[in-house]
């Protein structure tokens, strides 16, 4: 039985690994569990199976032996929007991390702290989790704080966004940052399941993000949330 997304269609995954006998580990769980999976093992090979089809989840290493994974994740946030980014690495620094989210990725998990059930990771990401590594989200706040701390005689800049959002649009970002899907989101609000993603799209235009890794990392910049 394959898995299948909101449309009815089976979940497309791309993986891009080098290390062999990681990616066949990867590829053979995703396949028991039903997802449809093809591999890559370099940055020119997934460049290539994205231009024959584009996958619902790409999960990506960073190193690869012909580029970086950033290039792929910018291309492919940029091309495809709709794809989920995933980055499953061994590189947990802060120059990887905020690299791969700014560009686009969803989720960031370390290949030291590999889920027991990718399977299971996956379809969180698909419902609209965002699965981080709890290294890497202390990593995040610790960074955020830090600059908050270092910001007493913040230099000029452009104005932030923080009075353009509504208090719904808050609640919302709130529930996007602690990893709730739609569903959950709108029931924890009141809300019906139809209306979110019209509240995300408004608050993805006013943070001038396009991912929800990406409306966290701004929102926590900004203080509009605390994780």
């Known amino acids: 039985m394959s898995e299948q997304g909101e449309t009815g269609e089976p979940i497309t995954i791309l ?13 053979d769980a995703l396949i028991k569990a039903g997802y449809e999976v093809r591999s ?49 690495s061994a590189l947990g620094d802060e120059e990887s991390v905020i690299s791969a989210i700014t560009v686009g990725a969803t989720g960031y998990l370390l290949k030291d702290a590999f889920p027991t059930d990718i399977a299971t990771t996956v379809r969180d990401l698909v419902a609209g989790h965002s699965p981080i590594s709890a290294s890497i989200a202390r990593f995040i706040v610790r960074r955020t704080q830090g600059a908050a701390q270092n910001s007493a005689e913040p230099a000029p800049g452009p104005a932030l966004n923080t009075a353009r959002l509504t208090p719904r649009e808050i609640d919302i970002l709130w529930g996007i940052a602690k990893g709730f899907s739609y569903a959950e989101i709108a029931s924890h609000l009141g809300l ?10 408004n608050i993805y235009r006013k943070l001038e993000v396009h991912t929800r890794g990406e409306a966290v990392f701004e929102a926590v910049q900004q203080g509009l949330i605390k994780l």
Request: aromatic residues 2%; glycine residues 8%; hydrophobic residues 40%.
């Open 15 to 27: 993986l891009v690994e080098d290390d062999a006998p990681t990616c066949w580990r990867l590829q």
């Open 192 to 201: 019906s399941r139809q209306t979110v993603p019209g509240h995300i799209k």
């Open 40 to 88: 890559a093992g370099a940055l020119g090979e997934a460049r290539v199976a994205l231009g024959e089809a584009t996958p619902r989840v790409l999960l990506t290493d960073l190193r690869l032996p012909d580029g970086h994974g950033v290039e792929l994740i910018r291309e492919t946030r940029q091309r495809f929007p709709d794809t989920e980014i995933m980055v499953i």
